[in-house]
């Protein structure tokens, strides 16, 4: 290759390459696809005398590819594979160019390319070099490229026509590698189906079990090794449930289904060689060489009608479910507006105005802000929790806990809110009073109802906590003396389908949602919850807990 003539390839030389190429290809498949891509590259390199062979790859993104096969001659720096501006560049000539040509056929780089990229590929001492597009099952693939870096060299038609040719073979091993990649995944596909189906699958030679997957030694409750081979009226009683011989019926089914006929039909087995049972039985063939195999699906369907009754109380409930959910989320979907529309209406009253406000009328405005904040948390912290719950991603992690603690921590959480009413707030639970629960859903609750309490109590109001023990549970209660409830309220209290919730005494709107959580919660730690009110004389939410 290496000299300044004209022939770098005889027909006869090109004979025995082709020939060399094509054989090595033979043995190709996609576990060794790269070794052999590899060969292939040096018998090129080495046949041809040039400096280097590469093959770049194209997954379809123009700005994404990658030298993927290479070989360069001893003393040859090999091709940056790496360099993201001759990527680039390379997008933007070099593919450009080899699809509207169909080649690159560069005799000296000189005069072929200019600018910056003839900069970057005299980096890489190119002096001639010749390209063509890999096109595989019909799209652009990428390109093999004949790089020389010690002479210039006049490509001629033959030498052309010929590794045009070397790259179609090329092209078409990397789609022989593609369907075998798809046929591989197809079978993996297949037998994984096969395998995992529930129903039982088995492949006949006209009665005899031939092969099988495992849910059919779940059906018939014997092992594999008594299964194979074996004829499928081993495990059927003599006679269907129409009286007629399982043989007879069987061979009827069977040469229906030789024909081409798919058949389905009920069928008597029996389970373990003790129990008969009512299946469904689909049966197709299927070809295999010159010969016809049957394929059979069995179903247990003796437990089906009792299936279909689970089934139909389960639609029910889960109708009642979404109707009860529907109602909660339009709850959400309209109260969750008001803490936002508060926002949005501060702020930008805040902004319009900003020069004309004393800082007196600021602070009331931040106030206000903050309280729509927390309002607006506790009712997406609220939701989160609730839903946790309802989907059952929310564990109970019971542990030891303090109540006079917790009820301290969620005063401090909720202090701004009872300050802004002068109420107060009165924690007359002793230390010695612990709990054995989740101290997070126990947290929430303690926060909800709290927060219930501060919402309806009026201004300079008392709201007060108390404890006591009992032989395995322990009692809390908080009670106010803010404007309760009537009797009508108190039974929907816990209700998700019924609104409850009233607006506040300073008209703090609220969900109702806080409550519903708190029952959740209480009863995945094994209590109960309950409330004692009546109009205009207070409240009492009373809850139980297990003791430590």
């Not at 806990?401 to 701004?416: G, K, Q, R």
Request: aromatic letters at 12%.
């Amino acid at each position: 290759m290496k000299n300044e003539t004209n022939n770098i390839l005889s027909k006869r030389d090109f004979s025995e390459l082709l020939a060399e190429i094509a054989y090595t290809f033979n043995a190709i498949n996609s576990d060794l696809f790269d070794i052999i891509m590899e060969n292939v590259l040096s018998i090129l390199g080495l046949h041809l005398n040039i400096s280097r062979v590469y093959i770049y790859e194209n997954n379809g993104k123009s700005n994404d590819s990658r030298c993927a096969y290479q070989w360069n001659n001893t003393g040859i720096d090999p091709i940056y594979k790496d360099d993201a501006s001759l990527q680039e560049l390379r997008y933007q000539q070099w593919d450009n160019y080899i699809l509207e040509k169909g080649q690159i056929i560069c005799n000296n780089i000189n005069t072929f390319f200019t600018g910056i990229f003839l900069e970057l590929l005299k980096e890489q001492n190119l002096k001639s070099l010749l390209a063509f597009p890999l096109y595989v099952k019909g799209k652009y693939h990428g390109f093999i490229c004949f790089d020389e870096c010690t002479n210039y060299i006049e490509w001629n038609e033959t030498e052309v026509a010929s590794l045009r040719a070397i790259s179609h073979l090329i092209a078409d091993a990397y789609a022989r590698k593609m369907n075998e990649e798809q046929l591989k995944f197809n079978e993996e596909k297949y037998r994984s189906l096969f395998e995992n189906a529930k129903d039982a699958i088995i492949i006949l030679d006209k009665f005899e079990i031939l092969e099988f997957n495992t849910a059919t030694t779940e059906l018939l409750d014997y092992s594999a090794e008594e299964i194979i081979y074996q004829s499928l009226l081993y495990f059927s009683p003599e006679y269907q449930s129409n009286e007629v011989k399982s043989q007879d019926l069987a061979l009827k089914y069977a040469k229906e289904a030789l024909q081409g006929k798919k058949q389905f039909f009920p069928w008597l087995l029996i389970r373990g060689g003790k129990n008969t049972f009512e299946s469904e039985i689909s049966l197709s063939r299927f070809s295999k060489g010159k010969k016809f195999f049957l394929l059979a699906i069995i179903r247990d369907v003796s437990t089906s009608k009792e299936h279909e009754q689970k089934i139909k109380a389960q639609m029910l409930e889960l109708e009642e479910v979404n109707k009860t959910k529907d109602r909660f989320f339009s709850i959400i979907a309209h109260d969750l507006r008001n803490p936002f529309n508060s926002l949005l209406g501060i702020t930008e009253n805040l902004i319009e105005n900003f020069n004309d406000f004393e800082p007196e009328e600021i602070k009331e405005y931040l106030t206000l802000l903050l309280q729509s904040s927390q309002q607006g948390y506790n009712l997406l912290e609220n939701l989160l929790n609730w839903s946790r719950s309802q989907t059952g991603k929310l564990k109970v992690n019971a542990k030891v806990l303090n109540v006079s603690e917790l009820i301290d921590t969620s005063i401090e959480l909720m202090l701004n809110n009872a300050v802004s009413k002068n109420l107060e707030i009165i924690n007359n639970v002793s230390f010695d009073i612990l709990a054995f629960a989740d101290e997070n859903m126990i947290t929430t609750v303690l926060r909800n109802l709290l927060s219930n309490a501060i919402k309806f109590t009026p201004y300079n109001g008392s709201i007060r906590f108390e404890a006591t023990k009992h032989k395995k549970m322990i009692e809390v209660c908080i009670a106010d003396n803010g404007v309760g409830m009537t009797e009508e309220t108190m039974n929907n209290l816990f209700k998700i389908d019924v609104f409850t919730s009233t607006l506040g005494t300073n008209k703090e709107p609220g969900t109702g949602l806080g409550i519903i959580l708190c029952k959740e919660f209480i009863e995945k730690n094994n209590g109960k919850i309950w409330v004692e009110s009546s109009l205009n004389n207070g409240t009492i939410f009373y809850f139980s807990v297990p003791r430590a």
